[in-house]
């Protein structure tokens, strides 16, 4: 693994990755230390846990106590956020301090939370990075390409199966049992996914389909969910046309959820994800497939933060599809990390809601 040189060209400091013994945050932790050697501080509640990864103890529901962890270390150059945190005030406790973000969380309310940051981060010289990992992040980046293949898209469908034998951290699983209590606004999709067959993919809030409006100027986004077991996938969206995942929001009933999924493994670790692109008569698809969606997020946090180190993207907030650097990211990790890209342009099977 290359050893990127800073001090030379690039930003000085250490990297705080809070989540950085989970899953996600595990591999971005490992995958920065390899680049910036001695750099990289794992940081969450079990603080045995991470000093034993010479990190520290930090808990993202305590902005102020978490602003002292950064004024005691004093040289934190970027925080990666690989947990959610429940409101804007660890974005901003950093923002204000001058210090770089690089955020993969997956909750609109959030993001728009941290969007809102924008002035303080220009103010401070500081610049955090949304939409980062595989939904938000890598759907964004081939909405844009599928976007752009068309001459701009009246509407993108984004689709996104994940792997049901991965073993996702306790959050990633809290996260999407907490959003199966969500209303529904569109409808299911069949659609081919590379290696998968076609899928009947249910809409699903992933931020993506939220921010891509805003960025890409599309008036029609949606993102639909499946799961690598089709028996798994329909029992799923069967309970949750009953309406009784709604009690998911009961923070008793989604721990007990939480656990349950995450003791269920039916099928593989392979993930993928597809946009399609469609205005008049014209339909241009980019898919994306690969193996651990919770490595593939933590490459691309990973990627996002050595950008931002070395001297990247503008002050300001920037969800990952504005910032032009990082747009052939699919194709570093397609070369450097075994994932594999799709150009599915004229495929009509992809095309129309069946
Ligand atoms: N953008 C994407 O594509 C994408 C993909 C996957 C996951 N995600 C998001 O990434 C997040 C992490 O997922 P994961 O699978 O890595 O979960 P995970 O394995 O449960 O990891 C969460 C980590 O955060 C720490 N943590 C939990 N609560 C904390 C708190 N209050 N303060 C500080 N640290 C805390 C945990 O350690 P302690 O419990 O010891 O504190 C653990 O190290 C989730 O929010 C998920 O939605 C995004």
Redesign the pocket.
């Known amino acids: 693994m290359t050893t990127v040189k800073t001090g030379e060209s690039g930003i000085a400091g250490r990297i705080l990755v809070?989540?950085?013994?989970?899953?996600?945050?595990?591999v971005v932790t490992a995958t920065l230390a390899g680049w910036f050697p001695g750099r990289v501080l794992?940081?969450?509640?079990?603080g045995a846990?991470?000093r034993r990864g010479g990190g520290v103890r930090?808990?993202?529901?305590?902005a102020d106590g978490f602003g002292q962890v950064l004024d005691g270390l004093g040289d934190v150059a970027v925080v990666v956020l690989?947990?959610?945190?429940p409101d804007s005030g660890i974005a901003r406790t950093c923002l204000e301090r001058g210090i770089h973000v690089v955020d993969?969380?997956?909750?609109p309310r959030l993001l728009d939370a941290v969007a809102a940051l924008h002035d303080t981060a220009v103010n401070a010289g500081a610049t955090a990075v949304l939409?980062?990992?595989?939904?938000?992040?890598?759907?964004n980046l081939l909405a844009r390409r599928a976007h752009e293949a068309v001459g701009g898209a009246a509407r993108l469908d984004l689709t996104v199966l994940l792997g049901s034998g991965e073993r996702?951290?306790?959050?990633?699983?809290?996260?999407?049992v907490e959003h199966l209590a969500d209303p529904v606004t569109a409808r299911p999709r069949r659609t081919p996914l590379p290696g998968h067959g076609t899928r009947t993919a249910h809409p699903f809030p992933?931020s993506d389909q939220h921010t891509l409006p805003g960025t890409l100027g599309v008036p029609q986004v949606t993102t639909r969910l499946c799961l690598d077991s089709r028996p798994l996938t329909a029992t799923l969206f069967a309970l949750r046309r009953t309406g009784l995942l709604r009690a998911a929001r009961r923070p008793r009933v989604q721990r007990l959820l939480t656990g349950a999924f995450r003791g269920v493994h039916l099928g593989g670790d392979a993930f993928a994800i597809r946009a399609d692109a469609t205005r008049d008569d014209r339909h241009a698809a980019r898919a994306l497939t690969g193996r651990g969606?919770?490595r593939v997020?933590?490459l691309?946090a990973a990627y996002v933060t050595r950008d931002l180190l070395t001297g990247g993207p503008p002050p300001g907030v920037h969800h990952i599809e504005q910032l032009p650097a990082l747009a052939d990211l699919p194709d570093t990790l397609a070369a450097e990390h075994g994932i594999t890209l799709h150009s599915l342009d004229g495929d009509p099977d992809g095309a129309a809601d069946r």
């Open positions: 809070v989540g950085g013994y989970g899953a996600v945050g595990e794992p940081g969450g509640r079990d846990r991470a930090v808990d993202v529901t305590d690989c947990v959610e945190p993969i969380g997956a909750t939409s980062v990992g595989v939904a938000p992040g890598l759907t996702h951290g306790a959050d990633a699983v809290r996260w999407t992933f969606q919770s997020t933590g691309v």
